[in-house]
């Protein structure tokens, strides 16, 4: 879901219930120590990367899709709030 696009916010002043319930219980996840656990662990192993572990070019590109998974986990946070002020915003532009 992420973000909703422009033309499907037309005509609406607010997320849909749906969708505010959607954004909400990401932030109530976001709060609690059990995620903050789970991503300081995913920054840990990312960390724990060392360019001279990789064996060849097979395992380099294995450690890269790794990586980028890992990243994209370790910036999930940011991305549901950057979709959420977006989203937020388009509704201001079409109001």
């Given at each position: 879901?992420?973000?909703?696009?422009?033309?499907?916010?037309?005509?609406?002043?607010?997320?849909?219930?749906?969708?505010?319930k959607y954004y909400e219980t990401y932030f109530d996840l976001f709060l609690t120590e059990g995620w903050k656990q789970f991503i300081e662990e995913i920054e840990d192993i990312i960390d724990?990367?060392?360019?001279?572990?990789?064996?060849?070019?097979?395992?380099?590109?294995?450690?890269?899709?790794?990586?980028?998974?890992?990243?994209?986990?370790?910036?999930?946070?940011?991305?549901?709030?950057?979709?959420?002020?977006?989203?937020?915003?388009?509704?201001?532009?079409?109001?």
């Open positions: 879901m992420f973000y909703i696009e422009k033309p499907l916010l037309e005509g609406r002043m607010s997320l849909t219930p749906e969708e505010e724990g990367y060392r360019i001279e572990d990789i064996k060849d070019e097979k395992h380099l590109n294995t450690v890269k899709g790794q990586l980028q998974m890992l990243q994209r986990v370790a910036k999930f946070e940011r991305s549901i709030r950057l979709a959420y002020d977006y989203t937020q915003e388009r509704l201001d532009d079409v109001a």
